[in-house]
């Protein structure tokens, strides 16, 4: 299970050494097992990474190579990861205990990043805009300096991708902070961004403690930009620091998203559509389908398909191609998902399947909870509005499509919703009215590196993905230039 015994390097400033902070293991959650040791960034390696960072971009040429040429590079770093992709999937499963199933479409994810976005480096256009006078004028595009990515433990692969490809297209300088507990498919990238041939120092990677050294990379007055997904309460700190700096962010944050089945929905895909957005991940997905509202009059019915289904979805080993739900990341997460099914019963909920772990064999070692669905409880128990990052699933009858919208939109976050009807006259109306960045009708958590993503009130701010995500990253400017033939009249 150990992959080196060694104290695995860090990257600062294009440097591979050892991190000036504590050594600490990383654990595979399947068996609680070390999988690395590495030692966590300290304040002192924060401050050389950003320096060497700022260097780097302004003397490797980085910034000043025309956007076919960091395109180029940015294909070989999607060329490079699809040659290594089995084993960089292995490596994530070890990292956070995704199945392996999973692990291999979030490898391949991150390659179609790369690739996305460098075909929108070489492609992004200036623009000519229409003068006023007797001038030309024109709007461009120049990279920020130093960017900072923050990035969570559900998906590292695809959520540092996402965050790296469009700031390095852009022509920035990158430091990379991910999960403590999931640093391994950053140093990864790193290390295929230097082969692929992104110059020494544009890219560094700081392990650690989000409260120490993301809040220290997030301060540092070099640093131009900040894009973080994680917690809400962290995205408001992170956005307090930013406001007093000036300091532009994206905000990917929580969620508390709400499915709705139609009383004409095709039941057998609601179920499989539900069941896979609430239970795929193990639930630990800002999208989760964690609220599920279903029309009075089939409501039984599909409870009782979706409760069967739920109880038979297969827990268990991450490295076995059947698995549909590995372990979750840490015992203390299990712990916080257990006090919230606790609560649940507590405010008057049943239990229709779950609510407990599984015992025996790797079940004893590893951090496994069941697929749990609750029901009896009205939307404004705090189950209900309160973001569980868990396999746990509350669901609801409604009665008119007025009162569903109403509580669908009733909760702090808005990041998603998925809607089940073969009405398409009402899948648009109340796809339209529910509030959410993203919405899916009649399908549930796919995913476009082409179409903007992020969310509304406390699910964040800002957009990543899309063709114009790379602008993320850049700063505009307009440009006039004089074409008046007699010198300016006010001064004479």
């Known amino acids: 299970m150990l992959i080196s015994d060694k104290t695995l390097p860090i990257c600062i400033a294009g440097v591979w050494r050892e991190g000036g902070g504590d050594r600490y293991a990383t654990i595979y959650p399947a068996t609680g097992e070390a999988v690395a040791y590495l030692n966590a960034a300290s304040l002192d390696d924060v401050e050389e990474a950003i320096q060497g960072a700022h260097h780097a971009f302004r003397t490797s040429g980085w910034a000043q190579r025309k956007p076919h040429e960091r395109a180029a590079v940015l294909y070989r770093i999607a060329q490079l990861i699809r040659e290594r992709a089995e084993e960089l999937a292995q490596r994530q499963r070890l990292d956070n205990g995704k199945p392996i199933s999973e692990t291999r479409v979030l490898v391949a994810s991150a390659a179609g990043t790369f690739q996305y976005f460098a075909a929108a480096c070489e492609t992004l256009e200036e623009i000519i805009t229409p003068p006023r006078g007797d001038y030309i004028t024109m ?134 559509g539900v069941l896979y957005g609430i239970f795929s991940s193990s ?28 109880a038979a979805l297969r827990v268990g080993d991450p490295s076995d191609e059947r698995t549909q739900m590995g372990p979750l990341i ?116 796919l995913f476009s590196i082409s179409t903007p993503f992020g969310g509304w009130r406390d699910s964040g701010i800002g957009r990543e993905k899309g063709r114009l995500g790379i602008l993320q990253y850049m700063e505009q400017k307009g440009m006039y230039w004089g074409m008046n033939e007699s010198p300016l009249s006010w001064a004479n």
Request: aromatic residues 8%.
């Open 139 to 272: 709007s461009v595009y120049e990279p920020m300096g130093v960017v900072a990515a923050i990035t969570p433990w559900n998906s590292p692969i695809a959520s540092e991708a996402q965050k790296m490809a469009p700031a390095l297209a852009a022509g920035n300088a990158v430091v990379v902070k991910p999960a403590e507990i999931t640093p391994l498919m950053a140093l990864e990238l790193a290390a295929i961004c230097e082969e692929a041939g992104v110059p020494k120092g544009i890219v560094s990677v700081l392990p650690g403690r989000g409260s120490v050294i993301g809040d220290a990379i997030t301060k540092h007055p070099l640093v131009k930009r900040v894009s973080f997904t994680g917690g809400t309460a962290t995205g408001r700190h992170i956005a307090h620091i930013a406001a007093d700096k000036m300091m532009p962010v994206s905000l990917e944050l929580g969620g508390k998203s709400p499915t709705m089945v139609f009383e004409d929905a095709d039941l057998d895909h609601a179920v499989n």
């Open 283 to 310: 639930g630990e997905a800002c999208i989760a389908g964690s609220r599920l509202f279903v029309a009075s009059s089939v409501y039984e019915q599909f409870i009782d398909r979706l409760t069967e289904r739920a």
């Open 330 to 445: 840490t015992g203390k997460h299990r712990e916080s998902i257990e006090r919230y099914v606790e609560l649940g019963v507590s405010e008057g909920g049943r239990i229709r399947t779950g609510g407990q772990r599984p015992e025996g064999g790797l079940y004893d070692k590893g951090y496994f909870y069941r697929p749990t669905i609750i029901e009896g409880l009205s939307n404004q128990a705090r189950i209900s509005q309160e973001e569980i990052f868990g396999p746990v699933l509350v669901a609801m009858p409604f009665d008119s499509e007025e009162a569903l919208i109403e509580q669908a939109n009733d909760s702090v976050y808005a990041l998603a919703a998925g809607i089940w009807t073969r009405d398409y006259k009402r899948a648009w109306r109340v796809g339209r009215a529910v509030q959410a960045g993203t919405v899916w009708i009649n399908t549930y958590k």
